[in-house]
């Protein structure tokens, strides 16, 4: 065998051997290749699917600041409500039913026979007006009664200096009331001479000039007497309602006399009411009272009786003052 064949022979294996391993390293690499497509198309899916989901959080986002801005345009549009109190002090000697009086008011279907003496000065409120004076604005016209222990003369008397005292309710009554024999809960009245006699001589003339004190005057101008209980002294004798009244008056008519005198003195407004908390009789008749004088005209409702006719509200309401509180509903 010549020598040139001899040396092809002797390398033909290393030939084979290199060609597996080329072959070996093609499919080696192919197989890479294709992990490697298959690894950019993973990403490149997951790249789309994070920038749909953020592009979705974006106009997520948009909307609720779109939302936020029109919720905001919508609070800087909403009316303002302002509230206007007027303060009321109701006073009275124990178990005259000044509590019971003032929660007839702010809650009618009270059961008066169920109140407990006051023991310690109570707030009540009550809003009795809501006036529209235009541009979306309204004002809340509210009571707020304040009731208070009637042996505490003094006590009384610094609160409703401390308070803008807008008119002063004294209650004063023609019963004693105890409690009823048949229900240890609830409580009775019947007429009682002594009784009011024994007021009429705390509410003497020196007793009441102690309510018009200069600092008071310049806050409250008007004073009632409400004379409670006078269904007990129809009762006990049978009388009209025009007599029983009349009778009434006629029992406290030092205290009366003494308010009219007094009013005259300082230029304060004095009423007398006669009725009863427990039926309601001249309740409307004292609320109306309550009414006349406090609260501003433009503030009244055109369909009561109180009212003869409304001015502009703007007109006759005047600038805001101090007691005027602004909420927000």
């Not at 409703?160 to 023609?174: F, N, R, S, T």
Request: charged residues 30%; glycine residues 4%; hydrophobic residues 40%.
């Amino acid at each position: 065998m010549p020598p040139l064949a001899m040396l092809v022979a002797a390398a033909d294996p290393l030939s084979n051997v290199h060609a597996e391993n080329l072959k070996a390293f093609a499919l080696g690499l192919g197989a890479l290749v294709i992990v490697l497509v298959a690894v950019v198309a993973v990403l490149a899916y997951l790249l789309v699917v994070t920038r749909r989901t953020l592009v979705a959080k974006e106009e997520e986002l948009r909307d609720k600041e779109e939302e936020l801005r029109d919720k905001d345009t919508k609070l800087k549009k909403r009316p303002e409500i302002l509230v206007k109190p007027y303060h009321i002090a109701t006073i009275g000697y124990t178990s005259c039913g000044k509590t019971a009086l003032t929660l007839k008011w702010t809650n009618p279907l009270i059961d008066i026979s169920l109140v407990p003496p006051t023991v310690n000065p109570r707030e009540y409120e009550k809003l009795v007006s809501t006036q529209d004076v235009g541009d979306g604005n309204f004002f809340f016209h509210t009571y707020v009664i304040h009731d208070y222990p009637g042996e505490e003369k003094s006590a009384v008397r610094d609160a409703m200096q401390a308070l803008d005292i807008k008119a002063l309710l004294l209650v004063v009554d023609v019963a004693k009331t105890e409690t009823d024999p048949n229900d240890s809960t609830k409580q009775v009245s019947k007429f009682s001479k002594a009784h009011v006699e024994n007021q009429v001589k705390k509410w003497n003339f020196d007793a009441l000039e102690f309510l018009f004190s200069q600092e008071i005057q310049k806050k409250c101008n008007k004073y009632i007497l409400f004379i409670n209980k006078i269904d007990t002294l129809q009762k006990e004798f049978r009388e009209s309602d025009e007599e029983t009244d009349k009778r009434a008056q006629e029992l406290y008519k030092d205290v009366i006399e003494s308010l009219q005198f007094l009013g005259k003195k300082f230029g304060a407004t004095i009423r007398v009411v006669t009725g009863s908390a427990q039926t309601g009789r001249g309740c409307p008749e004292l609320y109306k009272e309550l009414l006349t004088d406090i609260l501003p005209e433009a503030a009244r409702d055109k369909s009561l009786q109180y009212i003869p006719d409304a001015k502009d509200a703007k007109a006759s309401l005047g600038p805001r003052d101090s007691n005027m509180i602004p909420i927000n509903l």
